[in-house]
């Protein structure tokens, strides 16, 4: 699902619930309030809300146009002062290779120099308006008018609760004394105005007593509008009402430029160096001049703008993405494979022919030769041979807070993490980084892929200055770099024929991502668009070709990258590659480490997958014959945590005893002996923690079985640890609502299609009267339950839509339900859950019903009898509030034109007619224009549009007469008709009775619905996650936590062993600024000499930065620091594990835990 699909905002979404709740709410008050109350402020403070809405808004619009026409009239004048100004400094010519005078830097405007002193000295919003277009532009000024009615709405709820409290129905006039009753709050208002000449005296029982006049409330609202446009006003004339003009893409931030001016920075810091973005010295200036305005009109963006949440799961809107696996399981699947073309695209070279001659078939060289873009070295000439570093990654592309720390501290040259015992321990950034499979969520799209993945490593280490996303990459790798200098190990020809030999001698990161299946709902087309004809991802160089890989690293160690799609197995291309990689590019003494997306050895022991339908049948094969022995990892994501587990070994025995036992069984059975030599049993890790939603750990078991010979593995190491996990599972009882409001539209559909046969509910609180007269809450509860059941059997029994909606409730439920529970507990959990839906969906009913019975019982709101046949008078309330609003507001607004009338506006259209002959071309279309305003003013003034809008808080009434109705032509005369209608008395109800019956209590019935259905489903998963350890998916992406985040850092140390060291965050930061000493500043480039004294073209690449991140937190914190979770020795060789060396004593004392091939030593973790 693309971002574009996502049409309701959040925002958006909860302004119009809350407008609903409030005028849901609010009609309930209005309505029951006035019956208890002994006088009616309520009432009158509702009268008074919407005139005062209507003019407040309407007064904020006037005076927001009246200061924007005196800004710009004073605006024009000091614009033109500027410009002859700055017309005054142009006209001193210098010469085009001066770069300084006196100090000051000087540009070229239009081939005319111009120093900047110049430009500081005028004014600043002078100088941001002389280049109007091109860098900022007003904001219209009745814009955001969603702030604006939220502010009207909030002033005029303000002025109501003061009159509703302060206002005096015996004095007829505001409170202002102790002994009328006046409070604090009323005091201090009105006090200052009786002293002002707002009094009004009163003479009661003898007694002369004041007040304030009913005008003083207008006048606090006249004030208030003064000071809310002196605000918008001052705020104006300071220049903050301007945005940002987008940017020139030579000043992108992709390409390694900042957008604004430090903020701490000096313009005159540019100490000579002029900021140049590949374009003419004419158009110098035109940047310098953008951030100048940029850097005084106070719009920097010091914030990430534009960062997207955690993917909402639980959305409507994912039937698309739902829609798209279908079509790739059930259509595409086993009939078309991507891999299998991307072998007929590969760009075909002659270095074949050339091949040196008598030389073998074999070797990295050769295979590079057969296998463009698929076979790198990644040995290259700034990485020494015998030591190595490398960074994996997967699951990135989710939030923007979690994907971008991630890439964050991916990006950084050195990384400081700390141990269990809070020391600290210094990590280099890896040569290359390997991503693991799904890149963006929820599906593969240019949006979701440009915002959710590129822009995050991209604010992490900034792309080359030469980048341009639409750019399609011809030739990979795209190697020299435009842009960048000192990108080589040593002098290299840019003209250089051999791509291979340009990418050994580059000393910058590289990048390699595999598909996961996410990635693949799209049939790989977004994949192969953004990753395998894209060069960039942010630094990092991509060259690879196609979608699996293999890369020789250093000490004999090779990694290999398998693309498994959907069908959970590589295809035969892709097996016939690794297969002539492994035997003619693999050493026998070489040690692989395998990399796919999904770790099939957990899934398929958490579903308990029989031995023939296991996955990856074609890659088992491949281990067991063309890499038999030398698998010694295997890495994975799709399940965003980290665990590891190693093989279930008992401990060897040491000694002669050890000694003696090798000879005999070699004696005995010297197959088995060399079969055990080159067995595969490689440490098998987890780690999906780049930015995705965090999966629990507590619902996998510890011990697994892998594989065909059903070998026993133990996890040693996880993070989460059980006890967080489980703990966090429990959140969605009262998160799941909120975390995923949008599905409220599908609960209110279902729970309202549940119930829609049964209403109205008629004598139902006659019924609860006659059970529990005394009100007995344990009474209630029964009286409940039997009534429950009985609307449960009535839908069973003579139900149709209900039914319908019923029965789809239970076949979703039921399907949902977790595959890995047994299939008998599965039907009964997923009925269970359906029957709670019901029973909540019920209760919502019965509880809407019997309240609107008890307003009619005791006669909160009045009703007619349907058998009179007089016309339906209004109800009590709409009488009320319109009543209210004549007696006391109707004559504050006064028309605006006695020309209103209709008798003065046709009088007024006689004499225009009358005298046309005497008028001029332009005083006639006046005339015409005026008398059309006026007559409709005065079609406007015979509209009821406030009567219509008071009328809108009369639900309870209308919901209460339409029962009536209803009910009287439905039930038979002294017989019971609460759980079931006469038939053929249907007939009898109008349809427009029913619907607006429906709609009404529809709005009531979803306000207990929604919340009552997220608390069920919530329960429910809590209860599956904890209980059957089910629903591990559905269960944790609802809570959309984005937090718990882990990656990790391979290194090949100087004896050949791989060092793993897994790096968890416990916390990711949810506010960022930007970096004050980030080196993509333009002032920071200025400082160190960013930029060729020669060509003022290239600049230092962004990976030699010291600070390549353009974000950082707000506010620094320990929780935000990586800490080593886990740490693992592994040997080349499982011979080599007999005894700890020296790396594993030191990493026992850090507090890790660490295995040594086989055999492995449970040590303590880190606190986790």
């Known amino acids: 699902m693309g971002e574009p699909r996502m049409a309701v905002s959040s925002s958006a979404y909860f302004n119009v619930m809350s407008t609903l709740f409030v005028w849901i709410v609010s009609s309930a008050v209005l309505s029951i309030l006035p019956h208890f109350s002994s006088h009616c402020n309520e009432m009158i403070a509702a009268a008074l809300f919407f005139p005062m809405v209507f003019a407040t808004v309407s007064a904020l619009i006037a005076g927001r146009f009246l200061v924007r026409t005196v800004y710009y009239c004073i605006h024009i004048k000091r614009a033109a002062l500027a410009a002859l100004k700055i017309t005054a400094s142009n006209s001193r010519q210098l010469d085009a290779s001066s770069e300084h005078e006196n100090g000051a830097l000087k540009v070229i405007r239009n081939g005319r120099p111009c120093s900047l002193h110049a430009v500081s000295d005028s004014s600043v919003t002078d100088l941001s308006q002389i280049e109007t277009g091109q860098v900022t532009k007003l904001v219209a000024f009745h814009r955001p008018f969603r702030i604006l009615v939220k502010s009207s709405a909030l002033l005029s709820s303000s002025i109501c609760f003061l009159y509703a409290h302060c206002w005096s129905e015996t004095l007829s006039a505001f409170k202002v004394s102790r002994s009328d009753g006046a409070g604090a709050v009323c005091r201090a208002v009105f006090s200052p105005l009786v002293f002002g000449g707002m009094a009004k005296s009163l003479d009661l029982n003898g007694s002369l007593q004041s007040g304030a006049h009913e005008a003083s409330i207008w006048l606090i609202w006249a004030a208030s509008i003064l000071i809310i446009s002196g605000s918008f006003a001052q705020d104006e004339f300071a220049g903050k009402h301007y945005s940002l003009a987008p940017e020139c893409s030579h000043l992108s931030t992709a390409a390694g430029w900042d957008d604004t001016i430090d903020d701490d920075a000096n313009v005159t810091e540019l100490d000579g160096k002029a900021a140049k973005c590949g374009k003419d010295k004419s158009d110098d200036v035109d940047d310098v001049f953008r951030l100048l305005g940029k850097k005084f009109i106070g719009n920097t963006h010091d914030s990430p703008q534009e960062k997207l949440d955690m993917v909402p799961w639980y959305s409507i809107l994912l039937v698309y993405s739902a829609f798209d696996i279908l079509v790739q399981l059930k259509v595409f699947l086993g009939r078309f494979d991507a891999r299998t073309q991307q072998t007929k695209f590969s760009r075909t070279t002659n270095r074949l022919t050339e091949f040196l001659p008598g030389k073998s078939c074999c070797g990295i060289e050769y295979l590079q030769i057969v296998y463009p873009g698929c076979v790198f070295d990644c040995k290259t000439a700034n990485v020494m041979d015998d030591d190595m ?344 009882i009262w998160h799941f609502r909120w975390r995923n409001w949008r599905l409220d539209v599908v609960w209110a559909i279902a729970y309202f299609g549940v119930v829609s046969s049964l209403i109205p509910l008629c004598g139902i609180y006659e019924d609860y009267l006659q059970f529990n007269p005394n009100h007995n809450p344990l009474l209630l509860v029964v009286w409940l339950s039997k009534i429950v059941i009985a609307l449960f059997m009535q839908i069973m029994a003579a139900g149709r839509i209900s039914l319908i909606f019923a029965i789809l409730l239970f076949l979703v439920l039921v399907i949902m339900t977790d595959m890995k529970m047994k299939q008998p507990i599965r039907l009964l959990w997923g009925l269970s859950h359906g029957f709670a839906h019901i029973v909540a969906a019920l209760c919502c009913l019965v509880f809407v019903e019997c309240a609107i019975e008890w307003l009619i019982d005791e006669g909160i709101v009045k009703i007619h009898d349907a058998g009179k046949t007089a016309a339906v008078e209004p109800t009590a309330l709409a009488s009320s509030l319109y009543q209210e609003y004549m007696a006391h507001f109707s004559h504050m607004f006064i028309n605006v034109t006695p020309l209103f009338q209709g008798n003065a506006s046709n009088e007024f259209h006689d004499t225009v007619h009358q005298s046309v002959a005497s008028m001029s071309a332009v005083q006639r279309l006046h005339a015409h224009a005026y008398a059309s305003v006026l007559r409709l003013l005065y079609w406007l003034n015979g509209i009821p549009l406030l009567q219509a809008t008071l009328s809108l808080f009369d639900l309870p009434g209308r919901i209460a007469q339409r029962h009536t109705d209803l009910c009287s032509a439905l039930c038979v005369e002294g017989a019971a008709c609460m759980l079931s209608h006469d038939p053929t008395r249907v007939i009898l109800v109008k349809r427009t009775t029913m619907v607006t019956y429906a709609a009404a209590i529809f709005l009531y019935f979803v306000l207990l619905a929604i919340p009552a259905a997220g608390g069920v489903f919530g329960t429910w998963l809590a209860l599956t996650l904890n209980i059957f350890k089910a629903q591990y998916n559905e269960g944790f992406s609802s809570l959309r936590i984005e937090h718990w985040k882990n990656f990790l850092k391979l290194h090949v140390n100087k004896k050949g062993d791989l060092e793993m060291y897994a790096l968890g965050l416990r916390r990711v930061p949810k506010h960022w600024v930007k970096d004050p000493q980030w080196d993509g500043n333009v002032l920071a480039k200025a400082r160190r000499g960013g930029f060729d004294k020669i060509d003022n073209k290239t600049s230092v690449p962004s990976w030699a930065w010291r600070k390549p991140s353009k974000w950082i937190p707000r506010r620094e914190s320990r929780k935000f620091t990586p800490e080593i979770i886990d740490f693992a020795l592994i040997p080349k060789r499982p011979s080599a594990a007999a005894s700890c060396d020296g790396n594993l004593e030191e990493a026992s004392e850090n507090g890790y835990c660490a295995s040594a091939g086989n055999n492995p030593i449970r040590a303590r973790t880190s606190s986790i």
């Open 389 to 732: 570093w490398l960074d994996f990654v997967a699951d990135t592309g989710d939030g923007f807070n979690s994907s971008y720390q991630v890439a964050r501290l991916l990006a950084q040259p050195t990384l400081t993490c700390r141990t269990s015992k809070n020391k600290k321990k210094i990590l280099p950034r890896g040569s290359h980084v390997v991503i693991g499979g799904d890149l963006a969520y929820p599906d593969p799209c240019p949006e979701s892929y440009e915002k959710r993945f590129f822009r995050t490593f991209e604010d992490a280490l900034a792309p080359p200055p030469s980048f341009r996303r639409e750019s399609i990459s011809l030739i990979k790798p795209a190697l020299p770099v435009s842009g960048w200098r000192n990108c080589f190990a040593k002098s290299v020809s840019t003209k250089a024929s051999d791509s291979q030999d340009l990418l050994h001698q580059y000393n910058g990161p590289c990048a390699f991502a595999l598909p996961g299946n996410h990635d693949w709902f799209d049939g790989l087309a977004t994949f192969s668009r953004y990753i395998l004809s894209r060069d960039w991802l942010g630094g990092w160089l991509m060259p690879q070709q196609r979608s699996y890989f293999a890369l020789k690293l250093a000490q004999g160690w090779w990694m290999l990258g398998f693309d498994l799609a959907l069908s959970s197995d590589i295809d035969i291309d892709q097996f016939k590659f690794f297969a002539d990689v492994a035997t003619k590019g693999i050493e026998d003494s070489d040690a692989v480490i395998m990399v796919t997306h999904e770790p099939w050895w957990v899934i398929d022991s958490d579903f308990r997958t029989p031995v023939n339908d296991l996955a990856e049948k074609n890659l088992r094969e491949l281990m067991n014959t063309h890499l038999n022995g030398k698998v010694r990892v295997r890495i994975a994501g799709d399940l965003h945590h980290y665990t590891r587990y190693v093989p279930l070994r008992s401990r060897p025995l040491r000694g002669k005893f050890a000694k003696r036992r090798s000879r005999l069984r070699s004696a005995t059975h010297p197959e088995e002996s060399n079969a055990a030599q080159t067995k595969n049993e490689p440490e098998l890790i987890v780690s999906g923690g780049g930015g995705a939603f965090l999966h629990g750990t507590h619902t996998f078991s510890r011990n697994i079985k892998v594989g065909e010979m059903q070998e026993s593995y133990r996890r040693v190491g996880c993070f989460p640890n059980e006890k967080v996990s489980r703990r966090l599972s429990w959140l969605n």
